[in-house]
Structures are given as C-alpha cells and as structure tokens.
C-alpha cells in the first residue's frame, strides 16, 4: 500500500512543479522547512490560502458621509487552484542549510542551524528569514514591503514505515516589518467612468503597515527517499503596528480613515523533491 502511496506522491510533486510558471498573490511567512536533510537540493512548490480579517474605513470629504467593509483574507487574493510560491533549499552539512523561494508578491530567504532528521532527542532548528517585495514578480506597492523573522523549529518523528516518514512539524516564533496587504475594494467606494458604470472589484486601496507578530505552525510531513509532501497551519497575532500608510489611487470621493488586522492564519500544501549528495553514490 505504502509503495502505491509513494508513487501518487512522486506524480503529485512532479506535476506540482510542472505548474510552476503560474503563481497566486499571498503574503506569509516562510514556510518551514522540514527537518535537516543533510548535504543536497530540494525544491517544491506551495500552494497557499490566506485569512486574515481585515476592516478598512472609509470617509468622503464632500459630503462626510463614511462606510467600511471587512475583507476575509486581508493578506491574499487566493488562488489556491496554482502554486503560490517556488521554493528551493541547499543542504550545505547535517546541521546548516539555507533556502529561497519567490511568489508574485515577494520573495524570501533563510537560513537554518539545528539537529539532522533521525538526532536525538528529535531534530530541531534555529531560523532566520528574510522576505521583502524587491524579491517578488510584480512591481506595484508590494515592492515596500518587507520582513525580518527568528523562529525556533521542532520536527519529532511520528512514524517510520518501509516506505514513508512522518514528522510533526512544530515552530514557534517572531517577526517584524512592513507589511503589504492586498484588498478588494467594493465598486461603491470606487470612481465611475464616463459612462457612470461601477466598475469591478480592483486591487485597491494600497495598504502598508508597520507590524510586529507573534507566529505559529503545526502541520505533518510526509517523506520518502526522493519526495515530500508537507500541510501545514500557519497561524500568527499581531502584537504591535503603526498606523497604516495607504495609497488609493481610485478612491476619487473617498479616503480611507483607518485599517485595522489582528490577525490572521495561512494554509499551505508543498509537494517536493529532494536529491541527498549520499544517495546520489549508492
């Protein structure tokens, strides 16, 4: 059975990677890495879906008349269906590897010191990342943006089969920066053309944030010799912000008055492969 399972995961990662060229908008923290490999590479893709309540305010200096609306996933526009990041780690020793992974909104980088897969008492790790919009595709107020992130990782073993490892993945830790939030403005808050025809949903207002989080991730890892599949939860709340700096560029008769996000949590699949320098001379 396990042998089977194994094959649909070598299929699963390959046609993961295949789609790589396509990417949906999501802004969250890197996603762990797994435990310690060893020398080698691995790459994956990861396909994410964000929440994270979002309420904008909303006030027209003609007239005084003010309004707001609350968007779901303040930190997304999800598209689920597509990876929403690509992402490549290098084993430089058991102990230290470092990794990169780059989406529409941003990209990312890190590095990681800790106790291999198989250590005693269970492997874990010591992160730093860096994340910032200059490292992303697209280039609109997103390129503001940035991230500093400590995080503290613990991979216990679940279970071992012929076939196939399972890890828990566990972390802890804390982040700082600008933070980029992408919203849905409703057509009422939005200029008319010529023609007075509202018109669809836009990526607008263009919303910065100082902000300080306190993250979380728990999740599974599902491993065999040369592929990965990992689901895995990433909650976080948001401990300190500034106010917010907003750029909106269609909001003719309106101003936006506040913004305020909590918190917020993003789910992400990553299906991968990973080549070890040693299995390479087997």
């Given at each position: 059975?396990?042998?089977?399972w194994?094959?649909?995961?070598?299929?699963?990662?390959?046609?993961?990677?295949?789609l790589?060229?396509?990417?949906?908008?999501?802004?969250?923290?890197?996603?762990p890495?797994?435990?310690?490999?060893g020398?080698?590479?691995?790459?994956?893709?990861n396909?994410?879906?964000?929440?994270?309540?979002?309420?904008?305010?909303?006030?027209s200096?003609?007239d005084?008349?003010?309004?707001?609306?609350?968007?779901?996933?303040?930190?997304?526009?999800?598209?689920?269906?597509?990876?929403?990041?690509?992402g490549?780690?290098?084993?430089?020793?058991k102990?230290?590897d470092?990794?990169?992974?780059?989406?529409?909104l941003?990209?990312?980088?890190?590095?990681?010191?800790?106790l291999?897969?198989?250590?005693?008492p269970?492997?874990?790790?010591?992160?730093?990342g860096?994340?910032?919009?200059?490292?992303?595709?697209?280039?609109t107020?997103?390129?503001?943006?940035?991230?500093?992130?400590?995080?503290?990782?613990?991979?216990?073993?679940?279970?071992?089969?012929?076939?196939?490892?399972?890890n828990?993945?566990s972390?802890?830790?804390?982040?700082?920066?600008?933070?980029?939030?992408?919203?849905?403005?409703p057509?009422e808050?939005?200029?008319?053309?010529?023609f007075d025809?509202v018109?669809?949903?836009?990526?607008?207002?263009?919303?910065l944030r100082?902000?300080?989080?306190?993250?979380?991730?728990?999740?599974i890892?599902?491993?065999?010799?040369?592929?990965?599949?990992?689901?895995?939860?990433?909650p976080?709340?948001v401990?300190g912000?500034?106010?917010?700096?907003?750029?909106?560029?269609?909001?003719?008769?309106w101003?936006?008055?506040?913004?305020?996000?909590?918190?917020?949590?993003?789910?992400?699949?990553?299906?991968?492969?990973t080549?070890?320098?040693?299995?390479?001379?087997?």
């Open positions: 059975m396990w042998k089977t194994g094959v649909w995961v070598r299929l699963a990662a390959l046609s993961a990677l295949c790589g060229s396509l990417a949906g908008c999501i802004g969250a923290p890197g996603i890495g797994g435990p310690l490999q020398t080698g590479v691995s790459m994956s893709a396909y994410g879906y964000a929440l994270g309540p979002a309420h904008v305010s909303m006030r200096p003609s005084g008349r003010r309004g707001g609306f609350t968007d779901s996933a303040g930190d997304a526009v999800n598209l689920p269906i597509v990876p929403s990041r690509l490549g780690r290098l084993g430089i020793t102990w230290f470092v990794a990169g992974d780059s989406s529409l941003d990209g990312g980088l890190e590095a990681r010191v800790g291999p897969e198989g250590a005693e269970f492997p874990m790790a010591l992160s730093l860096l994340r910032s919009g200059n490292w992303g595709v697209l280039s107020t997103n390129r503001q943006s940035s991230e500093q992130r400590v995080r503290l990782e613990a991979y216990p073993q679940l279970a071992k089969l012929h076939y196939l490892r399972v828990l993945i972390t802890v830790g804390m982040s700082t920066g600008r933070r980029y939030h992408p919203l849905d403005l057509a808050f939005q200029r008319r053309d010529d025809e018109p669809g949903p836009s990526f607008d207002p263009q919303i100082d902000e300080t989080r306190l993250e979380a991730s728990g999740g890892e599902l491993r065999q010799k040369y592929f990965f599949a990992s689901f895995v939860l990433m976080y709340v401990t912000a500034k106010r917010a700096t907003v750029d909106c560029r269609q909001c003719d008769t101003q936006v008055d506040g913004f305020r996000q909590d918190f917020g949590a993003a789910l992400f699949v990553s299906l991968g492969t080549i070890l320098f040693s299995n390479l001379l087997e």
